[in-house]
């Protein structure tokens, strides 16, 4: 059993920044890929980032260039820094994991989910 943890949401004016952050606990050694996914009012659950635990990183296009996923010094902890934030980018953000797998595999574990809003 997993158990993913995100806080750092909240609300920011446009332009601004924010760090969430995905603590995994329980059998956190068995996973090789985390990612972060948004969720908006209204539309479906999208992938942001992913990355493995060698370091290689996927962001989706409206993303590239502001923000940044990243593991920490012992890798069950998971960050996305979020810069130049748009209202666009306002939503439900969720940890996610492939326990057990790489990320050719589908992500299985999710975390509660924090919200991001940003203002215009």
């Known amino acids: 059993q997993v158990q993913l943890v995100e806080s750092g949401g909240g609300s920011v004016q446009a332009g601004g920044s924010l760090r969430l952050s995905c603590v995994a606990s329980?059998?956190?050694?068995?996973?090789?890929?985390k990612g972060w996914f948004r969720q908006a009012p209204g539309k479906e659950r999208e992938e942001v980032a992913r990355?493995?635990?060698?370091?290689?990183?996927t962001y989706a296009d409206s993303v590239k260039g502001r923000f940044t996923i990243s593991l920490g010094s012992t890798k069950d902890t998971l960050y996305l820094q979020m810069n130049s934030l748009q209202p666009e980018d306002t939503a439900v953000y969720y940890c996610?994991?492939?326990?057990?797998?790489?990320?050719?595999?589908?992500?299985?574990?999710w975390g509660q989910g924090t919200q991001v809003t940003v203002s215009s």
């Open positions: 329980g059998y956190s050694y068995s996973i090789y890929c």
């Open positions: 990355i493995e635990t060698d370091g290689d990183t």
């Open positions: 996610a994991a492939v326990v057990g797998g790489y990320c050719d595999r589908p992500f299985n574990s």
